[in-house]
Each structure stands twice: as structure tokens, then as C-alpha cells.
């Protein structure tokens, strides 16, 4: 009894087009503000712009 070829065909991904992630303007997210706060699976995050123009979000 001969064993079949199990080994997959190789994937060609050049004809997969990829998903490019949605752009928010942090213009529109803090809407003037300094600080925002993000809740994310039951868990409250804040981001913040610090006064270089940088972000950093704290958990």
C-alpha cells in the first residue's frame, strides 16, 4: 500500500489584497481635549498627548 502526499500545494498570497486598518485623526478623537479614555474588553484605557505631541496610552 503506497502512502499518499500529504504536503499541501504552495499558497501564492499575490492575489490576496490586504486589509488596510481604518485612520482616525486624533484631531477627531480628542476633539480638543488632552486625554481620552478607550474601554477595550471590560478594561478602561487612557490616551493621552503629551506636551512633545506624542502619545502614550496607560492602562
Do not use: C, W
Not at 500545494?9 to 492575489?15: A, G, M, N, Q, V
Amino acid at each position: 500500500m503506497q502512502r499518499a502526499d500529504t504536503t499541501l500545494p504552495e499558497r501564492d498570497d499575490r492575489s490576496v489584497t490586504p486589509q488596510r486598518a481604518t485612520a482616525y485623526s486624533t484631531a477627531a478623537l480628542f476633539r480638543g481635549a488632552r486625554e481620552i479614555e478607550i474601554e477595550h474588553n471590560g478594561e478602561i484605557y487612557r490616551l493621552r498627548i503629551t506636551r512633545q505631541g506624542k502619545l502614550i496610552l496607560n492602562k
